[in-house]
């Protein structure tokens, strides 16, 4: 089964009297352009990861290494915008007591719109947790490292991970 994105055919009211009264600005347009921008990535279109209850479709791997990070049908699509720090492997020596600042301030970042959520840490199979960083905790591949592969709020107590940073089957 597949989820079509298709609307309902909009009525269009063409509006051919008044030329000079139009001041509505189309913003819901530009939201939906942004979140459309997957240009780069060689994820598969999110509709095919996604059920029709919203859920992941399928198993949630580490892009690095045979690490399953979660089973089918256990997290929610979420499109929340999150600031990530670019993909990389920790080194040993970065992971110390209060030193997440540091890390902070040099790490590129990406804004990422589109997220698995998971409303309980021991739903992953595999994740690690970084220490908190400006109030939040990356979450990584348990067993090579690779991350951040999304971020954990210690708040909600709600996981979120990017759609991007991870391999489907
Ligand atoms: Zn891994």
Redesign the pocket.
């Known amino acids: 089964m597949s989820i079509h994105q298709q609307s309902n055919s909009i009525p269009v009211s063409e509006n051919n009297t008044s030329s000079s009264e139009s001041q509505s600005k189309p913003e819901d347009k530009q939201v939906e352009e942004k979140r459309l921008d997957f240009s780069n990535i060689e994820i598969p279109p999110k509709e095919t990861l996604i059920n029709e209850k919203g859920r992941n479709k399928t198993n949630v791997f580490?892009v690095?290494?045979p690490?399953k990070i979660l089973n089918p049908r256990v997290s929610k699509f979420k499109n929340v915008e999150f600031s990530l720090p670019m993909m990389k492997q920790r080194r040993r020596t970065e992971i110390k007591e209060g030193s997440g600042e540091v890390e902070e301030q040099d790490a590129v970042k990406e804004t990422i719109n589109d997220f698995w959520e998971v409303n309980d840490i021991y739903t992953f199979e595999n994740v690690g947790f970084t220490n908190t960083i400006s109030g939040y905790k990356y979450l990584a591949?348990a067993?090579?490292e690779?991350g951040p592969i999304g971020y954990y709020d210690p708040d909600s107590k709600l996981s979120y991970v990017a759609l991007t940073r991870v391999k489907y089957d």
């Open positions: 580490c690095r290494c690490s591949c067993d090579c690779m």
